[in-house]
């Protein structure tokens, strides 16, 4: 059956979680495939670009994910923040309210244990950093399109703590290039990302929403 589409390509009734899910899917496997040296260079290229840009380099309190499982590794931006100065935080999960805490990171191997799904997360002596003083934040994600928006896990964690954030704050998100498709089936009140970011290019979409 045809997934029905509104002409700016957002999924329709309740076949949008078919439609998500079906993606997810897809991209996980496809991202799983990936030969660990391939994943190793892909990822070491995403940092670099990431870190090599403008407004990263400007920010002062970064919020960055962290890895999971097949994802690119994020291990050397974090490293980067905290070599050029800057507050980093990384997300904790409170589970009871299903929102993402800031929490900040000065040293990755006495901050950081595997909490909620087995994600590294800042342990509860991490200081909470204060969501208005966030000016760039790493998103993660399944799939992107061109346009900026994405899809996660289904968990909706980034997608309440986006409205949350300062208004100025850089949404970035980095991807293997395979994660990348055409378009991401979408709600009405998906939000999209700054730039997207790959081993071979960066697309930065506009206007934000």
């Given at each position: 059956?045809?997934?029905?589409?509104?002409?700016?390509?957002?999924?329709?009734?309740?076949?949008l979680r078919e439609a998500k899910r079906a993606l997810r899917d897809r991209i996980v496997r496809e991202r799983d495939a990936l030969s660990a040296g391939d994943r190793l260079d892909a990822s070491a290229a995403i940092a670099a670009a990431i870190a090599a840009r403008a407004d990263f380099r400007a920010a002062g309190t970064v919020l960055l994910s962290l890895s999971f499982r097949?994802?690119?590794?994020?291990?050397?931006?974090l490293t980067a923040a905290l070599a050029t100065g800057k507050t980093l935080a990384a997300p904790r999960v409170h589970a009871e309210s299903r929102m993402l805490e800031?929490?900040?990171?000065?040293d990755?191997?006495?901050d950081l244990a595997p909490g909620f799904r087995g994600i590294l997360e800042p342990l509860p002596h991490c200081a909470p950093v204060a969501l208005a003083?966030?000016?760039w934040v790493l998103i993660p994600g399944v799939a992107f399109d061109p346009h900026g928006y994405r899809i996660g896990?289904?968990?909706?964690y980034y997608d309440r703590l986006?409205?949350?954030?300062?208004?100025?704050?850089?949404r970035i998100s980095g991807a293997f290039e395979l994660q990348v498709v055409d378009r991401v089936p979408t709600?009405?009140?998906?939000?999209?990302?700054?730039?997207?970011?790959?081993?071979r290019r960066t697309m930065e979409p506009q206007p934000r929403l």
């Amino acid at each position: 059956m045809t997934t029905p589409l509104l002409d700016s390509g957002t999924v329709v009734g309740a076949t949008l979680r078919e439609a998500k899910r079906a993606l997810r899917d897809r991209i996980v496997r496809e991202r799983d495939a990936l030969s660990a040296g391939d994943r190793l260079d892909a990822s070491a290229a995403i940092a670099a670009a990431i870190a090599a840009r403008a407004d990263f380099r400007a920010a002062g309190t970064v919020l960055l994910s962290l890895s999971f499982r097949s994802e690119w590794d994020t291990g050397p931006l974090l490293t980067a923040a905290l070599a050029t100065g800057k507050t980093l935080a990384a997300p904790r999960v409170h589970a009871e309210s299903r929102m993402l805490e800031a929490c900040r990171v000065a040293d990755p191997d006495l901050d950081l244990a595997p909490g909620f799904r087995g994600i590294l997360e800042p342990l509860p002596h991490c200081a909470p950093v204060a969501l208005a003083a966030i000016d760039w934040v790493l998103i993660p994600g399944v799939a992107f399109d061109p346009h900026g928006y994405r899809i996660g896990y289904g968990g909706g964690y980034y997608d309440r703590l986006l409205p949350l954030l300062g208004g100025d704050a850089r949404r970035i998100s980095g991807a293997f290039e395979l994660q990348v498709v055409d378009r991401v089936p979408t709600a009405p009140h998906d939000l999209t990302v700054d730039a997207i970011v790959t081993e071979r290019r960066t697309m930065e979409p506009q206007p934000r929403l």
